[in-house]
């Protein structure tokens, strides 16, 4: 299985960025899949996660301005940000939860990161 992450890229403060995660491979199902980042210097953190069930959690830095969602048919997370501004500046990375066949337990996968630079 590979994560495949894409969308970042240099964009103005105010503007928005869609990023896209799709899961490559043998997949059974997919549990929770989310989106992390890691600024220079500063510890990796969790930004937005999204359930099976479709229920979602948000950073505080980040509600109201960045929104995730999933294609369960391509297996595929996206982060949708706005009003962006220069401390979103960030490697945004996707994880998963990964079922690749049944009954076996679930694997966490990492995508390779896609940069994100919000400056003027």
């Known amino acids: 299985v590979q994560l495949q992450a894409s969308g970042g890229g240099l964009v103005q403060p105010g503007g928005s960025l869609r990023l896209s995660c799709a899961a490559s491979?043998?997949?059974?199902?997919?549990?929770?899949m989310n989106w992390y980042r890691q600024a220079p210097g500063k510890q990796r953190e969790l930004v937005a996660r999204?359930?099976?069930?479709?229920?979602?959690n948000y950073a505080d830095s980040v509600k109201g301005r960045f929104t995730i969602s999933r294609d369960y048919a391509k297996n595929t997370v996206y982060l949708q940000m706005i009003s962006l501004k220069p401390e979103d500046t960030a490697v945004y990375y996707c994880?998963?939860?990964?079922?690749?066949?049944?009954?076996?337990?679930?694997?966490?996968?990492w995508g390779q990161g896609t940069l994100v630079t919000v400056s003027s």
């Open positions: 999204i359930t099976s069930g479709g229920s979602t």
């Open positions: 491979g043998i997949v059974f199902s997919i549990n929770t």
């Open positions: 994880n998963a939860d990964i079922i690749t066949h049944s009954p076996l337990p679930s694997v966490d996968y």
